[in-house]
């Protein structure tokens, strides 16, 4: 903390800075202070000049690991001046810039930041403008995407668009270390919202975002605290997942040193044994050479007791035979403990084959439930794509229904017009025409009536057929919301069930558009002979041609208007095709998360089991060989301790037999009397 308050001060005499009193008092009040690692300048007022300073000595500096420049009021040089200090800095971890309306030159500056530094951890940006310049934010964004040590960023209160949320989200699908976002109270809405959404279907390291007061609506808003709880408990399963595999690591190199040990003990012991084998050899042959150079000093006196001689000689043929089955004896010994080496190498070879193929076995196993959880997704992401593509052709249907009957409409509403007009003008005609011409025009007339009839009873038939077709809509609507509410229980069984519901309704939907369609063409030909007539009468009433023109123009400002009518109704359809649209798509991604968030669950489960039921039976193996092991050594041990019972036998039978033997001799008789 001195070096650093040092450094200030001697940075701001070469540059010709005044220092500021506030920061010298701050940097002592943190020396004498506990917290030497925080470098708190909150609420100071920091010039360029200072700025420029300040960057200068955090470029070097090692001592701060937490940095507050918050409602310092930065300008846009001094802002990228101090931050620019802190792109090779390797010691600060937390940076606090709260408050200092940072905008265009900021945001840029802080996206060089996060590219180049690698150490910071934790950035708070509360209370700035980074989200007002799209370009600046965007260069934030690419920032962030390519850093990888970030874990905590604070965001709130920073006039964030649903645009910037979109450059926000392609950051996030490429960064892998944020676990913390904070976003609350800027404007993002429906379609930041979306993307965000989108980005953490990619993004598996955010655990925490926190959105409120973004406008967003409620459904994206669940699933997105939905997709952030799941990241969460993704990485709690992992950590936990790493921790169990931590303990089974050490648990087994526990049981490789334990058996390194037992297996350095034994030779140990061995060594040991051949030891004291090699010392009681030395001490016998030690004994017999005594004996020997005894005897060869008194052989001048007992040139007499040549027979005793042959018999010592004898004995002593047979002590070297002895010797010669006690040498071959513990060659076999070391043979034996050589096998015994080499058996032991082998076996612990093939443990640790036998180890590495269990490994190699696990890893094939998790990778097989991988490719299966893969294919499962694929399938339900076909499943899904169908009943999208069944409901927009369902969607579809009820359109060309609705424009059918809106057509009939408009088509039943000109032919009365044009019969209404006919009907005036036949009517002026025939009081001007003679007995003939008014025959023939009552004759029209009553053919017109009855084609007013019969178009009637049609247009009673088919707002019959309109009003059955609104009932069964409201029925499939009033199915649908059954079926939904259903479907939260029983997935599978209701999928079936619409799939056939919805084949056997495009059915009869089908047959009642052929239907439509058949007398759509009836009303056609019959419109087409009343215009035949009415050709026939204009052949006729060519005289009226001026009233005609006059009624023409009427006509086609009616058809104008009509024509307004439907631009107006094709709009109203439309907006009821979007909300409709909106409905569906936000049904369908509440569905694709429950069945994503299951499957996910099960396979977790099914992992969990499969990672006890193998760490069990590899406890289980070791607990075995260890016994196996264990057992052996007993064995040996014993077989051991047997081998040095047989041979102390032997050396005290030879040791008592040469002892009976020169005690029994007459040398010993006549060396008893010396003593």
């Not at 060089?112 to 509360?126: D, F, G, Q, S």
């Not at 409120?212 to 990485?235: C, K, M, V, W, Y």
């Amino acid at each position: 903390m001195e070096d650093f308050r040092r450094a200030y001060l001697r940075l701001c005499k070469e540059g010709g800075v005044e220092p500021q009193e506030s920061i010298v008092a701050q940097l002592h009040e943190s020396r004498v202070s506990t917290q030497a690692c925080r470098l708190d300048l909150c609420g100071q007022s920091l010039s360029v000049e200072t700025c420029s300073v300040l960057a200068r000595v955090l470029h070097n500096d090692t001592e701060f690991t937490e940095v507050s420049f918050s409602d310092c009021m930065l300008s846009e040089e001094g802002a990228k001046v101090l931050l620019s200090g802190l792109f090779a800095n390797t010691a600060v971890k937390v940076l606090d810039l709260k408050g200092n309306n940072l905008r265009s030159q900021g945001a840029e500056v802080l996206g060089k930041l996060l590219a180049r530094n690698k150490t910071l951890r934790r950035l708070v940006l509360e209370w700035n403008a980074l989200g007002v310049w799209d370009e600046a934010f965007s260069i934030f964004c690419e920032g962030l995407g390519s850093n990888s040590g970030l874990t905590h960023l604070d965001l709130r209160n920073n006039q964030i668009n649903h645009q910037g949320a979109s450059e926000l989200a392609l950051a996030l699908k490429r960064n892998n270390t944020v676990e913390v976002l904070d976003l609350r109270w800027n404007n993002i809405g429906l379609l930041g919202g979306r993307s965000l959404l989108e980005a953490l279907q990619k993004n598996k390291s955010v655990r925490q975002l926190e959105t409120a007061g973004n406008n967003i609506p409620g459904d994206t808003f669940r699933a997105l605290e939905q997709s952030s709880g799941h990241n969460s408990d993704r990485q709690s399963t992992l950590r936990e997942s790493r921790s169990r595999t931590q303990v089974l690591n050490k648990e087994i190199h526990k049981l490789k040193e334990e058996k390194g040990r037992q297996f350095l003990n034994l030779m140990e012991t061995i060594d040991r044994q051949r030891e004291e084998m090699g010392h009681s050899n030395r001490s016998t042959s030690i004994q017999i050479g005594q004996l020997q150079e005894a005897l060869n000093e008194r052989k001048s006196a007992v040139n007499s007791l040549t027979a005793k001689l042959q018999m010592t000689e004898a004995a002593l043929a047979l002590s070297e035979q002895k010797n010669h089955n006690m040498g071959e004896l513990l060659t076999r010994v070391k043979d034996e403990k050589e096998q015994e080496r080499e058996r032991q190498s082998r076996e612990r070879k093939k443990a640790q084959e036998d180890s590495v193929l269990r490994e190699g076995k696990l890893l094939r196993e998790t990778q097989n439930m991988t490719e299966t959880n893969i294919q499962l997704r694929n399938k339900v992401e076909e499943l899904e794509r169908r009943c999208k593509s069944q409901q927009q052709q369902i969607f579809e249907v009820k359109q060309e229904l609705t424009n059918s009957t809106a057509e009939l409409k408009l088509r039943l509403a000109q032919t009365e017009d044009r019969l209404e007009i006919e009907k005036r003008r036949s009517k002026q005609a025939l009081e001007d025409m003679d007995g003939l011409r008014q025959k023939e025009v009552e004759q029209v007339n009553r053919h017109l009536e009855e084609s007013e009839r019969a178009l009637q009873e049609r247009i009673f038939k088919l707002e019959g057929q309109r009003i059955q077709l609104e009932e069964e809509l409201s029925k499939a609507k009033a199915a649908c919301v059954t079926e939904r509410a259903q479907a939260e229980e029983e997935l599978g069984r209701v999928r079936s069930q619409v799939r056939l519901e919805e084949q056997e309704h495009v059915s009869s939907v089908e047959e009642k558009l052929r239907s439509v369609r058949s007398s759509l063409q009836e009303v056609q030909l019959h419109c087409s002979q009343q215009k035949q007539t009415i050709s026939e009468l204009q052949a006729k009433n060519s005289q009226q041609s001026i009233e005609m023109d006059g009624l023409r123009r009427r006509v086609e400002e009616l058809q104008q208007e009509l024509a307004g009518k439907d631009q107006e109704r094709v709009a109203e359809v439309s907006r009821v095709r979007v909300e409709l649209q909106e409905q569906i798509g936000r049904l369908q991604a509440e569905r694709t998360a429950q069945g994503g968030l299951k499957e996910k669950i099960s396979a977790l489960e099914r992992e969990v089991k499969v990672l006890s039921s193998n760490h069990r039976e590899a406890l289980l193996d070791k607990e075995s060989e260890m016994s196996s092991m264990l057992e052996k050594l007993r064995l040996r041990d014993a077989e051991i301790q047997r081998m040095k019972e047989d041979e102390a036998n032997r050396a005290s039978y030879l040791q008592s037999a040469i002892l009976t033997y020169v005690q029994g001799s007459p040398l010993g008789h006549f060396s008893s009397p010396k003593k």
